[in-house]
C-alpha cells in the first residue's frame, strides 16, 4: 500500500545504524556493489563485514575503496573485532544481520499496485539494470544520478512514472480500507453460514 509516510520516506530515509556503522541511504549504486560483491543477501558474517563497508559510505568512495590495497585489509580487522566482541554476546551476529536485512527491505520493496491492460509486468532485463535503464531513458536521470538516487525514490519514480503511462495504478489507503471491509463482510458471512447450516463453507 502506498500512503504518505512511504511517499515521505522514499525522499527522506530514517538512518539505520548496524555494528556502530551509519549506514548511508541505500541507493541504486551500492546494490550494483553488493552483488557484485556477492553480499545483497546477507547470510553470514563475512558478507555482513563487506555489506556494511560497502553501504556506510557513499557509493562513488567505496568504488576508489574496493580499488584500494587496504580493502582487505580492512575486512580482516573487522573479522577479528567482531570476533573479540561476540564472545561474550552469542546472540549479536544474527541480531546485526536481521537488521542489515531490515535495511535492504524497507529501501527495496515496491508499493502494492493494480496492473492494467496486458502488461504482465515480466522482465528479461535484470532488475537493477532494468530500473537504471527506465530512470535514465523515460525519467532523464543521467547515469550518475540514477546510481545516486535512495532506492526508494528510485522504486517511487519508477512506479509513478508507470502510473503516469497508465500501465498500472497505485494500491491506496481507501483501495486498501475496501478490500478490509470486504473481507470483515466475507467473513461474517461465512460464520453465519456456518451457524445456520452446519458444514457450510
Known amino acids: 500500500m502506498a500512503n504518505d509516510a512511504d511517499h515521505v520516506a522514499a525522499i527522506l530515509p530514517e538512518p539505520f545504524v548496524v555494528l556502530g556503522q551509519k549506514?548511508?541511504?541505500?541507493?541504486?549504486?551500492?546494490?550494483?556493489?553488493?552483488?557484485?560483491?556477492?553480499?545483497k543477501s546477507v547470510g553470514n558474517l563475512n558478507d555482513l563485514i563487506c555489506a556494511i563497508l560497502v553501504c556506510s559510505s557513499d557509493w562513488q568512495s567505496f568504488e576508489r575503496t574496493a580499488s584500494s590495497w587496504s580493502l582487505r585489509l580492512r575486512l580482516r580487522v573487522w573479522q577479528w573485532r567482531l570476533s573479540w566482541r561476540w564472545r561474550?554476546?552469542?546472540?549479536?551476529?544474527?541480531?546485526?544481520?536481521?537488521?542489515?536485512?531490515?535495511?535492504?527491505?524497507?529501501?527495496?520493496?515496491?508499493?502494492?499496485?493494480?496492473?492494467?491492460?496486458?502488461?504482465?509486468?515480466?522482465?528479461?532485463?535484470?532488475?537493477?539494470?532494468?530500473?537504471?535503464?527506465?530512470?535514465?531513458?523515460?525519467?532523464?536521470?543521467?547515469?550518475?544520478?540514477?546510481?545516486?538516487?535512495?532506492?526508494?525514490?528510485?522504486?517511487?519514480?519508477?512506479?509513478?512514472?508507470?502510473?503516469?503511462?497508465?500501465?498500472?495504478?497505485?494500491?491506496?489507503?481507501?483501495?486498501r480500507e475496501m478490500q478490509r471491509i470486504a473481507n470483515e463482510n466475507h467473513n461474517r458471512l461465512q460464520e453465519l453460514g456456518r451457524e445456520r447450516f452446519g458444514s457450510f463453507n
Open 88 to 175: 561474550k554476546d552469542k546472540g549479536g551476529p544474527l541480531k546485526a544481520i536481521n537488521l542489515f536485512n531490515q535495511y535492504l527491505n524497507e529501501a527495496c520493496t515496491p508499493p502494492d499496485v493494480f496492473t492494467k491492460g496486458e502488461n504482465n509486468g515480466k522482465i528479461g532485463t535484470p532488475w537493477l539494470y532494468h530500473l537504471k535503464a527506465v530512470l535514465q531513458s523515460k525519467l532523464g536521470y543521467t547515469r550518475a544520478e540514477a546510481l545516486s538516487l535512495t532506492m526508494r525514490e528510485a522504486v517511487y519514480d519508477y512506479y509513478a512514472q508507470a502510473e503516469l503511462n497508465g500501465t498500472i495504478e497505485l494500491v491506496s489507503e481507501s483501495d
Open 23 to 39: 549506514l548511508k541511504p541505500l541507493t541504486l549504486g551500492h546494490l550494483f556493489w553488493l552483488e557484485k560483491l556477492d553480499c
